[in-house]
């Protein structure tokens, strides 16, 4: 069954507002991952985290790989509309096949 | 471009009704997976290949087949389609099972009815 638990599962938002978004399991993972999925589209990869802690950025898009490892979360700043989507977190453990969370649908008004 | 590349892109089936959707990627990629995605759900794991020559069972198997034809090409299988089987489904590639770098192809929403 789902392993991985992410929230909030909808936001609505005004363009300009942060948003912040979290994954959380009850395993440990060695690789999180965040997937962003546009209409009528598959995911993309957005960032890929490595080692507990690591905190990347991409652009206005930042995301932590919690210290326990068992728990991540996506930050978004300045957001515009083009942000809207699904995203999706997914942890990956040695064997290799990765688990995704239930995802996070992002509506933001202009 | 390259890619995953999935057809059909939609598809109504009677149920009981069987069909093969097909799915071809052309990086070279070494794994390839199927993923259903429903509401709410986020994606399972159906089937996946390592590598050529081997297919194992994800998360959901149960109602479906798979065959990795070659190593571009990755099929699903519905033997006899069920409402319950109404979903999109994904095709992804990997370089290998271990590595993060999953391409997905663009769906394929299937309805059973």
């Known amino acids: 069954g789902q392993q991985l638990n992410q929230s909030p599962q909808s936001m609505f938002i005004q363009e300009g507002e942060d948003v912040s978004m979290n994954c959380t399991s009850s395993s440990i993972f060695n690789t999180w991952l965040w997937y962003k999925q546009e209409p009528g589209e598959g995911p993309v990869l957005l960032i890929a985290l490595y080692k507990a802690g690591e905190l990347t950025s991409n652009g206005r898009l930042t995301a932590q790989f919690g210290i326990t490892r068992k728990d991540s979360f996506l930050n978004i700043s300045a957001s515009i509309p083009s942000d809207v989507g699904i995203y999706f977190c997914a942890g990956q453990r040695n064997t290799g096949k990765l688990i995704f969370g239930q995802g996070t649908t992002l509506q933001v008004k202009p | 471009n390259a890619g995953v590349t999935q057809t059909p892109k939609f598809q109504v089936l009677k149920t009981g009704q069987s069909m093969t959707l097909q799915c071809a990627q052309d990086?070279?990629?070494?794994?390839m997976y199927w993923y259903r995605q429903d509401p709410g759900m986020g994606l399972r794991l159906i089937y996946y290949s390592a590598s050529e020559g081997t297919t194992d069972k994800g998360e959901v198997p149960n109602g479906y087949n798979v065959s990795r034809l070659n190593k571009r090409e990755f099929s699903l299988r519905l033997e006899s389609a069920a409402p319950s089987q109404t979903s999109v489904y994904f095709c992804?590639?990997?370089?290998?099972?271990?590595?993060?770098?999953?391409?997905f192809g663009s769906g394929t929403r299937l309805t059973v009815v």
């Open positions: 990086m070279n990629h070494n794994s």
């Open positions: 992804a590639s990997s370089r290998q099972v271990t590595n993060y770098g999953y391409t």
